[in-house]
């Protein structure tokens, strides 16, 4: 190896380091871990990761099965700054780290973070963008290179990661073992000619083909505007065809290049893409080969597969739909999403193709060229884009028979059949429909919160006596109010402070510059000072944020842009991603529009008391209704633990908060539920009355025990201290509702015992961290993990039986009763006029039909008895109780 102990590349690093920290392990590792750089106890002890980095590292390692007596460790650079490297300190050492691994020759190395991704791969590469994958350097050939996560970065409350660098490490062990890995791709082709589709055709439809992979190639993400240009299959493994509709074609534009005097007009090359076919000829043949394939038996597969029935079952006729690939095709026999099986086998860790094919294939990393790509699909070459296609579709057709029996193995079959794919078409199906927008009263809105803006800009510019510029941005709010107005400091750090700054404490900033002016922040302070400028600026904040959150937000912001010619929003639905099993929304979100927003404005014609719901509403000929589960967690949380008591209150419909904070006052042990209160003699409806603040208290305890609820967190919470909290939590959870208790140390084994706990349906949440805190004591972040373990019994069962009731909805009421839009526990749905009580009857029976018949994976019936509401009008914003379903 090179001689570095006097090593002078970095001026900087020369005079605070001790000395120049190599590699640490023994001369026939098979192993080497490739860190950034040592910090101050490697640069003491002169080995490196002797740190709490080295400790988790070490950790990891253990549980992965690797021997760290075995392994080599070293960094991408050599000397201690008490600060990340550069870019240019992890070049200076580059070499010094290419002879080490050289002079080792390991059979595997692992990258960890940034730092050795940029020494041993490439510049400018993130982790993410190859987490997992195997990479290679032309300095050391032959030998692959996994990156991942750097252990500091675990560190940083980031411990829902071990699982994915658990699973690099044990890929680098496999290979370590195995002694090499040999990758290959398969043979991928695209299909140019009639006779060659006809071909395929014969081959996926015949006897020796199983299951077909299906994969879309796109010129964007939207299923509305965004053309189709190929569509890809694979029978078996180690192949793949992708099938064109349009390819690259060249034209020749002029751009205008550079400024000012130097900008001329230049000719360049621009694609363009076009139809592939003889439209005349053969275009008609060649969609119906596709739709014959598509509309067959033959079950097929994909990853984010709903995605592509989008893509490929958008119509012609559909009056949002401006792409002209809309061809209407009909995919039958959705059997399998890899990206669905593989959330089941790890819910925290990224499942998107890149990272599944680099963790549980052999095929290499194939994207690089096209990476940079990926938004202009259309301009690359045919051959390129074909071959692409076809690696995609043979990853999933060898992902399925791998990950499938696995969730087999794991007991979520039952789950990911009867509801993990069964959602995709629900989520399909949302996105189709869309929701209606009152585009009049859309308008009325916008101008009513564009003018409300502008007047409390105004009055900041009154108050100041001066305009005041950006009375959003953070450093003109930290100007005007800690400089210009000498204001106190907010007790928030503003988050790049709080990261670099040595002088700054959590909640004491240093100077003005590094105060948080954030709405919490600026609330804070106003809750200490008085002073007419806090609340403008708040104002100000929330109104900014608010109206391009829901209105009119620049660059594809607000709900504006989404309006189609069709008048609804089209949103995008995900059933994959969430580890609870809920539906994700995005472009734009639509779950969490704000609700009982007042409004009563004559001169904008706005009269209401949820006046953001109230833009949702139902088409001419059409009322809409909302079914929403009653106390859904809570009621989930009696039935897992089994509690009577709480289960004897929710049938007979009585005030829980306001039982819980009464039986709390009869301790009178805290200020919070004074005993005075008690009151006997009323009933608990005329005592949450009189006492309804101290009932609100009560909602701690209820709502909390559900998230595995604290000392810290009830104190918190209550307004008092952790020890005053805590007897409060002791009762309520051993006398109040006696079978808590019992519940919270039944999931707490489950989770030291097997690493996951699962809901009622199947649904596991994995925690990998949980035996690496352990190990590593780090008590705080091991019961963080273990509260989330508390909570996925009841939030997950939750949100299954709604799953279960929204596909009940489509399979059994979909000729009248229309979903269109899902918010966590409820469902939004159109029906017609003259069935719109018929309708919300038929969903209320069908819902608790669901929620009491359900036969669950043990062959038992759920017998759950949660009530459903039922409300219906013209809006989502005014809705009414159906008569009955109290």
């Known amino acids: 190896m090179l001689s570095n102990k006097d090593c002078t590349r970095c001026p900087a690093l020369v005079k605070g380091r001790n000395c120049v920290v190599n590699g640490a392990g023994i001369n026939n590792a098979k192993i080497a871990f490739v860190g950034e750089g040592p910090g101050q106890w490697e640069d003491k002890k002169r080995r490196p990761f002797v740190g709490k980095a080295g400790r988790v590292l070490k950790v990891i390692e253990w549980l992965a099965g690797i021997d760290q007596y075995k392994v080599f460790h070293t960094n991408a650079t050599r000397c201690f700054g008490g600060r990340n490297p550069t870019g240019a300190e992890v070049d200076n050492c580059h070499d010094y780290l290419i002879e080490e691994l050289k002079e080792l020759n390991p059979t595997v190395i692992v990258a960890l973070g940034g730092a050795a991704i940029r020494s041993l791969y490439r510049r400018g590469v993130t982790v993410g963008s190859v987490m997992g994958f195997t990479l290679y350097n032309e300095e050391l050939p032959g030998i692959p290179i996994i990156p991942t996560y750097h252990p500091s970065y675990i560190m940083r409350k980031h411990w829902d990661e071990v699982a994915l660098v658990l699973a690099h490490f044990r890929k680098a062990k496999r290979i370590a073992d195995a002694g090499g890995i040999e990758e290959k791709l398969g043979s991928y082709v695209g299909i140019t000619t009639l006779a060659d589709l006809r071909a395929l055709r014969d081959y996926l439809l015949g006897p020796t083909v199983d299951e077909i992979s299906v994969d879309t ?52 090359q621009e694609w363009y893409p076009v139809p592939y076919w003889d439209l005349d000829t053969e275009m008609p043949e060649a969609i119906s080969i596709l739709d014959e ?41 959705v059997a399998h999403d890899t990206r669905l099986l593989s959330s089941l086998l790890s819910e925290v860790s990224p499942a998107n193709l890149t990272v599944l094919t680099a963790y549980w294939t052999d095929i290499p990393y194939y994207e690089a060229e096209l990476a940079h790509m990926k938004s202009r699909m259309w301009e690359v070459e045919d051959e390129k884009l074909w071959e692409y296609g076809g690696a995609d579709v ?59 803006l502008q007047v409390s800009k105004e009055t900041l510019d009154e108050t100041m006596g001066r305009r005041i510029e950006s009375p959003t941005y953070y450093q ?21 402070a709080l990261k670099e700054c040595k002088n700054c404490k959590r909640d004491t900033p240093c100077s003005p510059n590094h105060a948080s002016t954030s709405a919490d922040a600026l609330s804070e302070l106003n809750e200490r000072v008085d002073h007419p400028v806090l609340p403008l600026l708040i104002d100000i904040r929330h109104i900014e944020k608010f109206y391009g959150t829901y209105l009119e937000g620049g660059a594809g912001g607000g709900f504006r842009s989404h309006i189609r010619t069709d008048g609804r929003i089209h949103a995008r639905w995900n059933a994959a991603r969430a580890s609870t099993g809920r539906f994700s929304c995005e472009n734009p979100n639509l779950m969490n529009p704000p609700k009982e927003v007042k409004i009563d404005s004559d001169e904008y014609n706005i009269h209401s008391e949820d006046a953001i719901r109230s833009m949702f509403i139902a088409p001419p000929g059409y009322g809409v209704l909302n079914a929403d589960w009653s106390q859904a967690e809570v009621w989930v949380m009696a039935y897992e633990t089994g509690d009577e008591q709480l ?50 208290r ?16 009830a104190g918190q919470r209550l307004g008092c201290s952790k020890e005053e909290a805590a007897p409060l939590l002791s009762h309520y959870t051993q006398y109040i509702f006696p079978s808590m208790g019992a519940y919270f140390i039944r999931i707490r084994e489950e989770l030291f015992k097997y690493g996951v706990v699962r809901d009622i349906f199947g649904r596991g949440r994995h925690f990998a961290e949980i035996p690496a805190l352990a190990a590593l004591r780090y008590k705080g972040d091991l019961e963080s993990a273990i509260r989330q373990g508390y909570n996925l019994p009841v939030q997950g069962g939750a949100h299954d039986l709604h799953s279960l009731a929204h596909i009940a909805t489509e399979r059994e009421l979909s000729s009248f009763v229309f979903p ?51 409300q219906m009008g013209r809006s989502f914003g005014d809705l009414t109780l159906q008569e009955g379903a109290e």
């Open 217 to 268: 190639e796109t010129c964007g993400l939207s299923w509305l505007d965004d053309e189709l240009l190929c569509v890809s299959f694979s029978g078996e493994e180690g192949t793949g065809f992708s099938v064109p509709i349009l390819h690259r074609g060249e034209h020749t534009v002029t751009k205008m290049k550079g400024r000012g005097k130097t900008r001329k007009d230049v000719p360049e």
């Open 293 to 333: 394939i598509l509309r067959s038996d033959k079950p097929k597969s994909g990853q984010n597969i709903g995605f592509d029935l989008r893509m490929l079952e958008r119509r012609p006729d559909e009056e949002a739909v401006t792409a002209q690939t809309a061809f209407g095709f009909q995919v039958n026999n």
């Open 394 to 452: 043979d990853v999933v057709k060898t992902l399925v028979p791998t990950l499938y029996p696995k969730v087999q193995e794991e007991g979520s079959d039952w789950l990911y059949k009867n509801i993990s794919i069964p959602l995709i078409r629900c989520a399909t199906k949302l996105e189709e429909r869309g929701v209606y927008i009152d585009q009049e009263y859309f308008d009325n809105l916008c101008r009513y919160y564009k003018n409300r």
């Open 476 to 496: 003109n709010v930290q100007n005007l109010v800690f400089k210009e107005l000498d204001l106190p400091l907010t007790n928030w750090v503003t988050k790049g």
């Open 647 to 696: 289960l004897g209150l929710l049938r007979s419909g009585q005030d829980i908060h306001a039982y819980v904070a009464r039986e709390l006052c009869k301790l009178g042990i805290s200020s919070r539920f004074p005993k005075d209160s008690v009151d006997e003699e009323l009933s608990l409806a005329d005592w949450n009355e009189k006492y309804p603040s101290i009932r609100s």
């Open 698 to 713: 009560g909602k701690v305890f209820v709502f909390g025990m559900n998230y595995g609820l604290t000392e810290e967190g």
């Open 820 to 870: 269109v839009l899902e918010m966590h526990d409820s469902l939004l749905m159109e029906a017609p006029l003259d069935r719109l009580e018929e309708a919300g009857a038929a969903v209320k029976e069908l819902w608790v039909r669901v929620a009491h018949d359900t036969i669950l994976p043990s062959g038992k019936r759920l017998d759950w008895d949660i009530p459903v509401d039922v």
